[in-house]
């Protein structure tokens, strides 16, 4: 099985949740040779209740996943923290919305990486520290201890392309070793075109976050497509036109 464990099912943050746009991205998944991803928007992005609302209205719900077209989307986010990174959150649905609401009042002060974790301590959600050394947002400032408690790293596929000629793989592997978590990839994709620039192969049927969690555990197999940089570009490219094509409606 072949799944992408961060991606985004809008062009930004400031617009609103599109069907049609999310279909793209499912097709997209689709003929990248994926059987699901998750979906891992970003937790403060405009009306996020809107997104499960909609799925709900058009697509079953089952275990931990909605089948949509026969691609399983698993439910996530992606978190600011206070001190500087983004956490991706992966979970039952009703963990992710309430979590989401629980968020409302850090949306713009962000919180705090340790109260994070609490929140999350008691709950079945997979934990991945989001393209951990990301000049803007780097990981590297949390102590070890909250590190610890992570369940991977993201070897992003966003972060491969900026930082072609850094050994970013190499860089996420022996830091993840060194804190004896596991390594993920996910395309921090925005837009179909980047879908398939990484993802992970696991062995098993994934169909609950339990599953999901004894995947990552097992340290699933990762892809890197030898068209990331064509994927990567692309999509940045087609994603700013359309971003300009908005602002000017």
């Given at each position: 099985?072949?799944?992408?464990?961060?991606?985004?099912g809008?062009?930004?943050?400031?617009t609103?949740?599109?069907?049609?746009f999310?279909l793209?991205?499912?097709?997209g998944?689709a003929?990248?040779?994926?059987?699901?991803?998750?979906?891992t928007?970003?937790?403060?992005?405009?009306?996020?209740?809107?997104?499960?609302?909609?799925?709900d209205?058009?697509?079953?719900?089952?275990?931990?996943?909605?089948?949509?077209?026969?691609?399983?989307?698993?439910?996530?986010?992606?978190?600011?923290?206070?001190?500087?990174?983004?956490?991706?959150?992966?979970?039952d649905?009703?963990?992710?919305v309430?979590?989401?609401?629980?968020?409302?009042?850090?949306?713009?002060?962000?919180?705090?990486?340790?109260?994070?974790?609490?929140?999350?301590d008691?709950?079945?959600?997979?934990?991945?520290?989001?393209?951990?050394?990301?000049?803007?947002?780097?990981?590297?400032a949390?102590?070890?201890?909250?590190?610890?408690k992570?369940?991977?790293?993201?070897?992003?596929?966003?972060?491969?392309?900026?930082?072609?000629?850094?050994?970013?793989?190499?860089?996420?592997?022996?830091?993840a070793?060194?804190l004896?978590?596991r390594i993920t990839?996910?395309?921090?994709s925005?837009?179909?075109?980047?879908?398939?620039?990484?993802?992970?192969?696991?062995?098993?049927?994934?169909?609950?976050?339990?599953?999901?969690?004894?995947?990552?555990?097992q340290?699933?197999?990762r892809?890197?497509?030898?068209?990331?940089?064509?994927?990567?570009?692309?999509?940045k490219?087609?994603?700013?036109t359309?971003?300009?094509?908005?602002?000017?409606a």
């Open positions: 099985m072949n799944i992408d464990l961060h991606t985004h809008k062009l930004t943050k400031k609103d949740f599109d069907l049609e999310f793209g991205m499912t097709a998944a003929k990248n040779g994926l059987d699901a991803f998750a979906l928007e970003h937790f403060n992005t405009r009306h996020f209740q809107e997104i499960y609302d909609t799925l209205a058009h697509y079953h719900y089952e275990n931990n996943y909605y089948d949509v077209d026969g691609i399983r989307v698993f439910p996530g986010m992606e978190v600011d923290v206070k001190e500087t990174g983004h956490i991706l959150l992966i979970g649905k009703e963990d992710i309430s979590l989401n609401k629980t968020l409302e009042p850090f949306k713009e002060e962000f919180i705090a990486f340790e109260e994070l974790l609490r929140l999350t008691e709950k079945e959600i997979l934990r991945i520290g989001a393209h951990p050394f990301r000049e803007s947002t780097p990981l590297t949390h102590p070890e201890r909250l590190l610890e992570l369940d991977a790293f993201d070897v992003n596929g966003k972060d491969l392309f900026t930082y072609e000629n850094t050994s970013m793989e190499e860089r996420v592997k022996k830091w070793e060194e004896g978590i990839a996910g395309s921090d925005h837009h179909p075109l980047q879908l398939g620039a990484v993802f992970n192969e696991v062995d098993n049927d994934i169909k609950t976050i339990a599953e999901l969690k004894e995947a990552v555990f340290q699933p197999k892809h890197i497509s030898n068209c990331l940089s064509t994927k990567v570009e692309a999509a490219a087609v994603k700013k359309l971003k300009q094509q908005i602002l000017s």
